[in-house]
């Protein structure tokens, strides 16, 4: 029982992580009907950036993340002005295809900058396990949790209360009654790449915590993206309970079949119960069924 609680609350630490990321894919989907395929690279960058402050320049890491936030949120700003901007209006595939090559080019950058080697974040969490009824949880996850709760809040906060949230959700729902009200969809679109990257590069930093940094990490973005879909692309609740379904279910899978069938079922666990749930929830857990009269 001991060890399945402790799987169950490593996967619930690892789904949080999981459900932020997903928020990024849910938000862009929400506001431009396309799915970023570059998510993951920016996970990868942001998470670069804080270890680069922290490892290389000696910043305490509070700071270096309140930078990696910053630069987060311009990187997205300038992909969205840059690279994505030019699509509006034009076909979703075309926005689709240029975030797939946005992906590769990040990628790319990352490789050349920071190479493949694994890198470890320095020491920055207490090492001594916590004893929680007898769970041993490490405080890396214990403060990654609670770290990804009251982002999770603020972002609640923030799209019910803010102008700019309550723009953020009038565009997702009619982009062109948005803008008969007066809303600026650029705006909307630059301010949901920025928090796209944002959520992302907090993630990263977490995870990067846990297991380490390098190329790998990007393909977060492509294990997350069967999370935003769990839940309902168009759904931020759906996004969260999609993460902690797939980080629990991964977890036991990795604790009690892997060991059983030599490895490799963890990484399969998010696709197959993708699958089993959309072959009868074709849009998702959540997601707004989409009726199209002829």
């Known amino acids: 029982m001991d060890f399945f609680l402790q799987l169950t609350v490593s996967g619930f630490v690892v789904g949080s992580v999981y459900a932020l990321v997903a928020l990024g894919f849910v938000l862009i989907y929400k506001s431009s ?49 840059v690279v994505l901007r030019p699509f509006i209006g034009e076909p979703v595939i075309s926005m689709i295809m240029a975030t797939i090559g946005l992906s590769s080019l990040l990628a790319g950058i990352a490789h050349i900058i920071w190479g493949t080697d694994t890198r470890v974040f320095p020491q920055i969490f207490p090492e001594t396990p916590i004893n929680i009824g007898g769970i041993i949880i490490s405080p890396v996850y214990l403060w990654s949790l609670v770290i990804v709760f009251i982002l999770l809040i603020i972002f609640s906060i923030f799209f019910k209360y803010s102008k700019m949230g309550i723009a953020m959700r009038a565009t997702a729902d009619d982009q062109q009654a948005a803008l008969s009200m007066g809303i600026s969809v650029k705006k909307v679109f630059a301010a949901t790449w920025a928090i796209s990257a944002v959520v992302s590069a907090v993630g990263g930093v977490l995870l990067g915590n846990i297991n380490g940094v390098n190329s790998s990490l990007a393909s977060i ?74």
Not at 44 to 71: D, E, R, W
Not at 240 to 257: D, H, R, T, V
Request: no cysteine.
């Open 33 to 81: 009907d396309a799915i970023n395929f570059a998510q993951g690279e920016f996970l990868l960058i942001g998470t670069y950036i804080a270890l680069t402050l922290v490892a290389a320049y000696k910043i305490p890491f509070f700071i270096a993340f309140l930078i990696t936030l910053i630069f987060s949120a311009g990187l997205g700003l300038l992909v969205e002005k």
């Open 221 to 294: 973005g492509l294990k997350v993206l069967p999370v935003a879909l769990l839940g309902g692309l168009d759904s931020i609740p759906g996004a969260i309970i999609g993460g902690f379904i797939i980080g629990i279910l991964e977890s036991l899978a990795g604790g009690y079949i892997d060991p059983l069938v030599g490895g490799g079922v963890k990484e399969v666990v998010p696709f197959i119960i993708l699958v089993l749930i959309l072959m009868f929830k074709p849009y998702g857990l959540f997601g707004k069924r989409e009726i199209e009269r002829v």
